[in-house]
């Protein structure tokens, strides 16, 4: 496996938002890149803007067969089919990421899967926008995010600082090391549940009547509410086990919150809005 | 009554952050500006910063008794009864306005107690910082902001148009006339409930150990979690009739996308995000 120093040849799997700024990013920095995607647009777009050096909108032979790392930044449940159908094609040696928000449900079936001269090392750019799409792509979107490497107990060391390096390269504030279960209950929490809440907040009345109402504090918790359906619920329900958890922390507290202002228990609610004070400044520290 | 275009002595009761607010606002636009505030340190510092004309730290009868207006920035429970204590000293004729971010619980309570002669048209500006105090005041947090003037069946034309004026002279982006029930439904929906979201996150588990991996969305969803448990206890209180609604319409909406989570109902789950996305681009096209 070569380190980052040479200029390895990268496909790019998926060129939609994630795979398109990897790859400016990565082509930024001196690597080859090429890139399949089933959109032809897609490809179009990327050649046209120096985002690619070649692309294809098929499972390309000799483009898979001369990758030295691959990158998929598919969605999940196709990443897994894949991988089983070209495998045969992969170099050997060859070195795998994706960028895929969850991570128990995939990385296991892939890694059991997967040719044992290949290495899959899983990782997550907690980066992203509302608009989706190549055409849309932008490495300034890793400044300031997180990168998550998540390895299994099969991932070498040699992977795991590999992959570190490929955040650390791509630009992001921090990279941090999360078994698959640490990362999903954390991303569970941090993302998936405050993405329901916006939507919750979204549909929970017809409140489009209130449009000249609202004000910081409104806007801030529904910013995230326009939603790509097809990503989110594919994400939701692939890390269930962690989100029922946390929404079911959630909704139980929101429940006694509810319950103490029922009761016109002051004190309690206050007792509440200090412990969150208190949690906020330690957050605000950061 | 005099109208905006005399130079009427204006008292403000209560100077924190909303009263000093109003002070260096209308300060600037060439009122001058009495104040009364309990804390001798707020008074201090509003003199020597030119923020008021001439302050008191207790009903100083003269002030009372030469105000044109009197503006109260006081927490609601407090306001009844000062108005009780110090309204033989009125001037005949005064008019009367608040900040107050909970109307149908006062209003009518103060409107029945009021001599006769002097009329109170209530208000709320919809604008706040999460920091407190006449040191922290800005007439700046006024722009952009909405105010509503939520007047009864007691109040005049002449008042209302009055306090319809004092918004937009300080420089509120959009001026509502609201009845006091349409202003505390639309509070508890826009303000209210939000609060209590960013409370329930930040105290449903405790999530100080994920301060590294926490992204835009938890940090949107959280700004307003550092809250002022005082004020927004008896807030909440005053107004539990519409919150507790509201509270049981968003609780009731997240249990049921939970519900369809646990059931891998994928087609519901993207149905609400599609309800989501559609309604929050009506928000954004203002």
Request: hydrophobic content about 40%; some cysteine.
């Amino acid at each position: 496996m070569k380190g980052w120093i040479s200029k390895d040849n990268i496909l790019i799997v998926g060129l939609g938002l994630m795979g398109g700024s990897y790859a400016r990013g990565l082509k930024r920095l001196g690597y080859r890149i090429e890139a399949i995607d089933t959109r032809r647009e897609s490809i179009d777009y990327a050649l046209q803007n120096g985002i690619i050096d070649e692309g294809f909108c098929y499972p390309d032979e000799t483009a898979i067969r001369k990758a030295d790392v691959i990158i998929f930044a598919l969605y999940p449940e196709l990443l897994k089919s894949w991988i089983e159908e070209q495998q045969h094609l992969f170099k050997y040696g060859l070195i795998i990421t994706d960028v895929t928000g969850v991570k128990s449900c995939i990385v296991y079936d892939i890694q059991n899967i997967l040719r044992s001269d290949v290495e899959f090392i899983a990782s997550h750019p907690m980066a992203g926008r509302e608009v989706y799409g190549v055409e849309n792509s932008d490495d300034g979107i890793f400044r300031g995010a997180n990168f998550i490497v998540a390895p299994t107990e099969k991932n070498t060391e040699t992977a795991i600082e590999w992959c570190c390096g490929l955040g650390k390269i791509l630009g992001f504030r921090k990279i941090s090391v999360l078994t698959p279960e640490e990362h999903d209950d954390m991303i569970g929490f941090v993302s998936q549940l405050t993405h329901v809440i916006a939507v919750s907040l979204m549909t929970c009345n017809d409140n489009t009547n209130l449009v000249d109402y609202t004000g910081d504090s409104f806007r801030d918790l529904t910013r995230i509410a326009s939603i790509n359906e097809d990503m989110w619920s594919e994400l939701f329900l692939l890390n269930k086990k962690y989100l029922l958890h946390h929404m079911d922390a959630f909704i139980f507290e929101m429940s006694s919150f509810r319950d103490f202002l029922a009761a016109d228990d002051r004190e309690s609610l206050k007792e509440k809005m200090r412990l969150s004070t208190e949690r906020h400044s330690y957050f605000n520290k950061k």
